[in-house]
Every structure is written in structure tokens, then in C-alpha cells.
């Protein structure tokens, strides 16, 4: 249903969805009811569902709700897999600004990082180990390790052979992949963890990013706040 509202969006001036009535009169194909309020609540309701299903490919679980532990479990961030949905993440944000105008209040499951961007608040390793916590515990580890305070403690020598700390990262949907500028397999040395760690939060930043940046400009617009 995104989708479809998107190529409904870009026939209409954004100026005519800055509304606080009804943005739109609803007819169902086969139907008789006249919409005084309740088909339109019924098009929001199911589009904002719509946002989070798998056959959308818009959002994913986040990696919490995956592993079913810690916390924020029942939330999902934006991510786009193609690259290509930009025009659909401006419709999310426009739907955003919609219902506040409206008043059709929605469940908008999205993980507390992805609301905190959109206030235009910086995104921080905090809020990433909030919705993945086995991420948290890998950094947690990572610089327990090259500190000499976790267990097995070992010399800088033989810290590579025993830990073997790869430059591999989770990405958002599961996969895993290679941090860009290192080779597949490659370990991470001693003096390298605090460079690991950069790397990877902002690896995962960067992968939400874009979906999150049109989501927010869409939003501001409808709301004409900058």
C-alpha cells in the first residue's frame, strides 16, 4: 500500500497534503460506503501496517527482535536493500506528518534510533546496542581483550592467533559482511580494535542512513518544519 500511496504522493502538490482534515475520500472498488471518516482510518491503519511487512522489503526487525533477547525487540529500523526506494521513504515521512495533522493516530513500531533521528538528534552507539545487544557484547569483548581485562589474557604477539577478531560486520537483515577497505577473513590486530569498532558503528549507520534522511526531509516538509 506504500507503494501505491507513492505513486498517488507525486500526482499531488505537497502543499495539498499539509492538511488537518481528511487528506483524501475514500471509495472502495465494490462498496457502497460513503467515507465519513472511517474508510479513510481504515486506508491509514493499513498502510501504516504496510510500512512493516516483509513483502514491502521497506523495514527490518532489528537484530534484537530477531534473536529474541534484550531490548526493543518488537521494533524495526528502515532498510533498503535495492537502494532504490528513496521515493517510498519520503512517503513514510509524509504519512508521519499526515497523522499528526489528522489526528489518525497509528502504531508506528520503529526503534526508538530512527524517531531520535528524526527529532534531528545524533545517532550514538548507545542507541545501536539498544536494539542489538549482541553487537554491544562483541565491542564489550573486542576491548576487554586488547585491554588484558577479559578472559585469557595474551600479548600482542599472539593476540591475532588467539582471539582471531575479524573484520566482519552484521549488517542490518542478518548477512554478514566484510567492512569496506579489508579483505574477506582478514584479523583484526591489537592495535587495530578501537579502529574496529569506529568502522562498524559507522558501518551501520551508514546503512540506514539514506532511508532515514528522506523519511525526516519528507516529514519536515509536510509539517513545514526545518
Not at 1 to 15: A, E, V, W
Not at 32 to 61: C, N, Y
Not at 157 to 166: K, P, Q, V
Request: charged fraction near 25%.
Amino acid at each position: 500500500i506504500i507503494s501505491q500511496l507513492t505513486r498517488q504522493f507525486k500526482k499531488i502538490s505537497k502543499s495539498k497534503l499539509q492538511c488537518k482534515a481528511r487528506p483524501w475520500k475514500i471509495r472502495f472498488t465494490g462498496e457502497q460506503a460513503i467515507d465519513a471518516g472511517g474508510p479513510t482510518r481504515e486506508l491509514m491503519t493499513e498502510a501504516a501496517s504496510s510500512i512493516f511487512e516483509p513483502t514491502s522489503q521497506l523495514t527490518v526487525r532489528v537484530p534484537n527482535g530477531r534473536r529474541g533477547e534484550g531490548k526493543n525487540q518488537m521494533t524495526y529500523i528502515p532498510f533498503d536493500q535495492t537502494g532504490r526506494r528513496y521515493d517510498d521513504y519520503q512517503t513514510i515521512g509524509t504519512f508521519i506528518g499526515m497523522i499528526l495533522r489528522t489526528g489518525f493516530s497509528q502504531d508506528l513500531p520503529f526503534a526508538p534510533l530512527v524517531w531520535k533521528f528524526m527529532a534531528k538528534e545524533i545517532i550514538t552507539v548507545d542507541d545501536i546496542i539498544d536494539i542489538d545487544s549482541e553487537f554491544g557484547e562483541h565491542i564489550k569483548q573486542m576491548r576487554e581483550a586488547s585491554n588484558g581485562t577479559g578472559e585469557g589474557e595474551t600479548s600482542s604477539s599472539n593476540f591475532e592467533t588467539h582471539f582471531m577478531f575479524t573484520w566482519a560486520i552484521e549488517q542490518w537483515d542478518g548477512t554478514m559482511l566484510t567492512l569496506p577497505g579489508h579483505t574477506e577473513g582478514s584479523i583484526v590486530k591489537k592495535n587495530q580494535v578501537e579502529q574496529y569498532i569506529t568502522e562498524a558503528i559507522q558501518f551501520r549507520i551508514r546503512s540506514i542512513y539514506l532511508p532515514l534522511k528522506e523519511m525526516r526531509k519528507a516529514f519536515q516538509i509536510n509539517v513545514n518544519f526545518k
